[in-house]
Nanobody, 125 residues
Framework: QVQLVESGGDLVQPGGSLRLSCAAS????????IGWFRQAPGKEREGVAC????????SYIDSVKGRFTISRDNDKNTVYLQMNSLKPEDSAQYYC??????????????????WGQGTQVAVSS
């Protein structure tokens, strides 16, 4: 069974950068869609970025376009979320999730069936 483990969360100042990692285990390959989601206290979880199993057409929520980049290293069974120009409103628990169906990824959490435990990102001066 596929398990996902996130890492890389930290406390950073506004304008700073972080790179989150989502490592998959229990699978012979990373041939599935991966999404990054976040949830801030008192808010609903939202899809931030996703990348398809064949690394096609990554998607981003409008508020992170131009600042966040999702990528994957299938040899390492890892998906990354590079976050630049971080803002206080980016503070949240970040989760990665896997979807096994569909050619393209989605920012809707309904399609994801495996979730990691999350990593905390705090952006504050």
């Amino acid at each position: 069974q596929v398990q996902l483990v996130e890492s890389g969360g930290d406390l950073v100042q506004p304008g700073g950068s972080l790179r989150l990692s989502c490592a998959a285990s229990g699978a012979t390959s990373l041939y599935f869609n991966i999404g990054w989601f976040r949830q801030a206290p008192g808010k609903e979880r939202e899809g931030v970025a996703c990348i398809s199993k064949e690394d096609k057409s990554p998607s981003y929520i409008d508020s992170v376009k131009g600042r966040f980049t999702i990528s994957r290293d299938n040899d390492k069974n890892t998906v990354y979320l590079q976050m630049n120009s971080l803002k206080p409103e980016d503070s949240a628990q970040y989760y990665c999730a896997a979807a096994f169906r569909g050619a393209l990824c989605s920012l809707s959490e309904d399609t994801y069936v495996r979730w990691g435990q999350g990593t905390q990102v705090a952006v504050s001066s």
